[in-house]
């Protein structure tokens, strides 16, 4: 263990150990460094500039940028036009929801489509003709819808001209009687000479609601008019029943009021009145024979044959829609019951 000196350096000293002496800077970093060393360092600066250079970021690409958010916005712009043409092209009627409340339907279903708005239908022209009656028996003895109206229009026309409590030839101004096309027929069918009026000729009954009750009795003679009897209001009176013949109704049923004229065989005769709304069925006996009679907007008609002469008016009796009876004119005062 002797010789430990002497293997590291020449002399007690060890001059040739690091550190020991010498030329070499000791461990505080006193000294000079030596020539190897400066290399070391040149050396390790020139390594860390490298890596240096390596690590440092390159400078941001301005240009590059700009020109990427310009067509970005370009890309947005144009979504939002083709999101806005979207919009318009769907109606507005496209989507329903439920008032009050979420579009579940929507959801569960898809896109509930409201229904189509058609375009505004334009409203239908007044009516220039009358209304037909509710049923054909109402136009007897072949009269056509046609000839009832025409014969209707005549009258209408008639009563402009003269007043008809007049007579035919009174030539006294008349009250405005309406037009045609406020009336509904009611009953037409021929009627028969006597020795006032000789020859047959028709009787056309229309009846108008608004602006008051009317109800026009149009006698044609040769497919002209000879005389109209003209109501308006209504006939019934606080003692009045639920069915009310009309009071001027005798035109209709009676062949003449001569008293002593013979009857003509046959003959037809014709009924008619107004009923309440709780009156579902009236009969019409005349001659023995009864019939039923029309119910038509509140009104009844009734007409016939007769076959051999009578003294009693019509017997008319109304029943409501169980079959109850609600009306007989034998038990209706103010009902003429004789014929005079």
């Known amino acids: 263990m002797t010789d430990t000196g002497e293997r590291y350096g020449e002399g007690r000293h060890g001059a040739g150990r690091p550190g020991a002496g010498g030329d070499a800077p000791g461990r505080?970093?006193?000294g000079p460094p030596g020539p190897e060393l400066?290399?070391?360092e040149a050396n390790l600066r020139d390594l860390l500039a490298e890596d240096a250079a390596e690590?440092?970021?390159a400078p941001a690409p301005y240009p590059a940028i700009v020109r990427q958010g310009r067509q970005e916005r370009q890309r947005r712009l144009a979504a939002t036009g083709a999101a806005l043409m979207v919009l318009t092209v769907v109606p507005a009627a496209a989507y329903a929801f439920a008032a009050g409340g979420s579009s579940d339907s929507a959801a569960k279903g898809g896109v509930a489509a409201a229904p189509r708005q058609s375009a505004p239908a334009k409203?239908?022209?007044a009516p220039t003709g009358s209304a037909g009656p509710a049923t054909p028996g109402q136009l007897a003895d072949g009269i056509t819808m046609?000839?009832?109206?025409k014969g209707l229009e005549g009258c209408l026309g008639f009563g402009r001209t003269h007043d008809p409590r007049a007579g035919a030839g009174g030539g006294k101004p008349a009250p405005d009687l309406g037009k045609a096309g406020e009336y509904r027929i009611l009953l037409a069918h021929r009627s028969a000479g006597n020795a006032n009026s000789p020859g047959d000729g028709r009787y056309i009954v229309a009846v108008k609601d608004k602006p008051q009750q009317t109800r026009?009795?149009?006698h044609l003679k040769e497919g002209k008019p000879s005389g109209i009897n003209i109501s308006t209001g209504s006939d019934a009176t606080p003692d009045s029943g639920p069915v009310v013949p009309d009071m001027n109704g005798g035109k209709l049923f009676l062949q003449s009021?001569?008293?002593?004229e013979p009857w003509v065989f046959p003959f037809r005769w014709?009924?008619?009145?107004?009923?309440?709304?709780?009156?579902?069925?009236?009969t019409v006996s005349y001659g023995g024979a009864t019939v039923d009679a029309a119910i038509d907007h509140g009104w009844f008609a009734a007409t016939g044959i007769l076959e051999r002469a009578v003294t009693k008016t019509p017997h008319i009796v109304g029943y409501d829609a169980q079959g109850k009876q609600v009306y007989d004119s034998d038990r209706d005062r103010q009902y003429q019951k004789e014929v005079s």
């Open 28 to 30: 505080d970093g006193s």
């Open 123 to 125: 409203p239908s022209p």
């Open 257 to 260: 009021f001569t008293p002593g």
């Open 38 to 40: 400066s290399r070391l």
């Open 270 to 282: 014709g009924s008619i009145g107004t009923v309440d709304p709780k009156v579902a069925k009236v």
């Open 55 to 57: 690590v440092r970021p």
């Open 146 to 149: 046609a000839q009832a109206a």
């Open 216 to 218: 026009l009795i149009c």
